[in-house]
């Protein structure tokens, strides 16, 4: 090794991903894909996004009122059909931030709950 040469640390060891099917242990190594990949986010259910891009049809609520379970939000026009959003639990409605004929796109916040 020549003086201006630096030692040059060992490649990591492979981190093997295990799983188990109908009895039978596996082991591989993660593909390129696999490690790419985008992380699970868990949803807040205080925030009410668009599950696909549409216009606003109609909005039923308004900030500050108080809302159960299964009232409808909001109707998103989207392939010609009319969705109801509805509210996933009881609460108060915190931001509303679209109004009736706008355009959203895919997981745009449409309301905040409290």
């Known amino acids: ?7 040059q640390a060992a490649p990591p060891e492979p981190e093997f991903i295990s799983f188990q099917m109908e009895h ?5 190594l993660p593909n390129r894909t696999y490690l790419m990949r985008k992380p699970y986010k868990v949803d807040d259910p205080k925030k009410i996004t668009a599950f696909i891009p549409g216009t606003i049809v109609k909005v039923y609520v308004k900030e500050n009122h108080k809302v159960k379970e299964g009232d409808t939000l909001l109707d998103l026009q989207a392939m010609k059909m ?4 509805l509210s996933p639990v009881s609460t108060v409605v915190k ?3 679209v109004k009736q004929g706008d355009r959203v796109s895919k997981n745009q916040l449409l309301v905040e709950l409290k």
């Open 1 to 7: 090794m020549e003086e201006n040469e630096k030692p």
């Open 82 to 85: 009319n969705n109801h959003l």
């Open 24 to 28: 039978i242990a596996f082991k591989t």
């Open 95 to 97: 931001k509303i931030y």
